[in-house]
């Protein structure tokens, strides 16, 4: 039954029942068995009156995926508990709200799977489909981590995120300048083996990796700090 149509004296569907409703069959997998299971408890703990909480699906997803109180997939790192205390503080919202959210949600979602000519939704389609959202918490937290779904498929395709591996290379000049140092001194460090660089194939010319100047940084105390010139 479409959410929407809902009788006023009908039971209160639990979060997860009226998406898997709307998606029939397609949604007839392992994952999303899981993910149903893990939206309902969460619907039943939160005391959700009615189904339709885009957000409260965003965080069921997560803890489906999550390992130790994290999701990881690529580019995307986020901490679990702190999305299900937001969702915990803004849970009860209006129906027509709620309902509104997982509308455009299903609509996203299908749109992905279209998209992808795939007969089951899967667990790459759904984070794109909360990536797309332009509204409610995974339209806040996508938007706040500055993450794009293009990354998330370079690296679904790949294994790798875009640009990976091509870090940051420094000459010995660019690195006295970074970090503010003569650059005889860090000439004298790359003789010496404490910083480590390499050569360019087939030239003299120098390159040191930004993140081998860590290494060179030694942590202070607060008296030192305290009497830096």
């Known amino acids: 039954?479409?959410?929407?149509?809902?009788?006023?004296?009908?039971p209160p569907a639990r979060t997860g029942e009226g998406l898997a409703q709307a998606l029939g069959g397609e949604g007839d997998t392992e994952f999303f068995r899981r993910f149903s299971l893990n939206a309902a408890a969460l619907a039943e703990?939160?005391?959700v009156p009615r189904s339709g909480d885009a957000d409260i699906l965003f965080l069921a997803f997560l803890k489906t995926l999550a390992r130790f109180g994290l999701f990881e997939f690529g580019p995307v790192t986020i901490y679990v508990p702190l999305i299900e205390d937001i969702v915990q503080r803004t849970v009860h919202k209006p129906p027509e709200e709620s309902v509104a959210s997982l509308v455009e949600f299903t609509k996203v979602l299908r749109a992905e799977q279209r998209r992808f000519g795939r007969n089951r939704i899967d667990e790459l389609q759904m984070l794109l489909a909360f990536m797309r959202m332009e509204q409610g918490l995974p339209a806040r937290v996508f938007g706040e981590l500055g993450v794009r779904p293009e990354e998330v498929e370079e690296f679904a395709r790949t294994g790798r995120t875009p640009d990976a591996g091509l870090e940051q290379l420094f000459s010995p000049e660019e690195a006295a300048d970074y970090l503010g140092i003569h650059v005889q001194t860090v000439r004298a460090w790359i003789r010496s083996g404490r910083l480590k660089a390499s050569r360019l194939a087939g030239q003299r010319a120098l390159r040191i990796k930004a993140s081998d100047l860590a290494s060179v940084l030694e942590p202070v105390s607060g008296d030192e700090a305290a009497t830096e010139p």
């Open 1 to 10: 039954m479409d959410e929407t149509r809902r009788n006023e004296g009908d």
């Open 45 to 47: 703990e939160l005391g």
